[in-house]
């Protein structure tokens, strides 16, 4: 069946280094591939996203690549800061369904 | 403008007794997901609303489990005869539209469902 693999599960660095997190799918089909970011006890909101014609997106410190071929697209933030500390999900979409990765604690560390 | 909304926040059950989560999307929005999401898990895709009809049900775990959709709007999902493997968060995600695939799925705050 459809299904995103998510590495690592937990990732800590310390501030102002980089992040970088990495996914896999299986469903060829998937065009849309966004990332979500949930704070303890908060909901999940959407970060950046990609669209399958395209390899590479920015927006300030964080940029997602993606490698249709291999299958597999990466979320990396740079110059990290304390508030990046959360769980980020990646998700492949088609249609209507997404299926999220199974999410990376990620701590910064002062 | 007003978020995607659930209720309760918190439910604590006991085993075997039936609950119902509500869910109240963005207005205006026609697409209504429902997730589960256990601890340490990632987000478990239950059901898929376009409308008031549900195209998309394989997520559901057992026929214990159901939701519908009344006026294009508030979505009920009931867990009928509990147990505590159905411990975890339930969110709730709503979408302008299910057509255009980047229209953004916006999150509820969840309900945290508890059986003892």
């Known amino acids: 069946g459809e299904n995103v693999e998510q590495h690592p599960s937990t990732l800590s660095v310390q501030e102002g280094d980089s992040a970088v997190i990495k996914c896999t799918y299986s469903?060829?089909?998937?065009?849309?591939f966004p990332w979500y970011k949930q704070e303890l006890g908060k909901r999940p909101q959407l970060i950046i996203d990609?669209?399958?014609?395209?390899g590479e997106k920015k927006d300030q410190r964080i940029a997602v690549t993606l490698n249709k071929t291999a299958k597999h697209f990466s979320l990396h933030i740079t110059e990290t800061q304390p508030e990046d500390s959360a769980v980020y999900f990646c998700?492949?979409?088609?249609?209507?369904?997404?299926?999220f990765g199974t999410g990376t604690r990620l701590k910064v560390l002062a | 403008g007003a978020g995607v909304s659930q209720s309760p926040s918190n439910k604590v059950t006991e085993k075997g007794k039936d609950v119902e989560l509500r869910c109240d999307p963005i207005?205006?929005?026609?697409?209504l997901y429902w997730y589960r999401q256990s601890l340490g898990q990632g987000l478990e895709f239950l059901i898929y609303?376009?409308?008031?009809?549900?195209?998309?049900k394989s997520g559901l775990p057992s026929d214990r489990f159901s939701a519908e959709r009344t006026g294009g709007s508030v979505s009920t999902l009931t867990i009928q005869r509990t147990q505590q493997e159905d411990s975890a968060v339930y969110l709730c995600?709503?979408?302008?539209?299910?057509?255009?695939?980047?229209?953004?799925?916006?999150f509820g705050p969840g309900t945290r469902l508890t059986v003892l």
């Open positions: 207005s205006g929005h026609t697409a």
């Open positions: 995600a709503s979408r302008r539209t299910s057509g255009v695939l980047t229209d953004t799925q916006y």
């Open positions: 990609i669209r399958s014609n395209v």
């Open positions: 469903d060829s089909a998937s065009n849309y």
């Open positions: 609303f376009q409308g008031n009809s549900a195209p998309d």
């Open positions: 998700a492949a979409g088609r249609t209507y369904k997404y299926i």
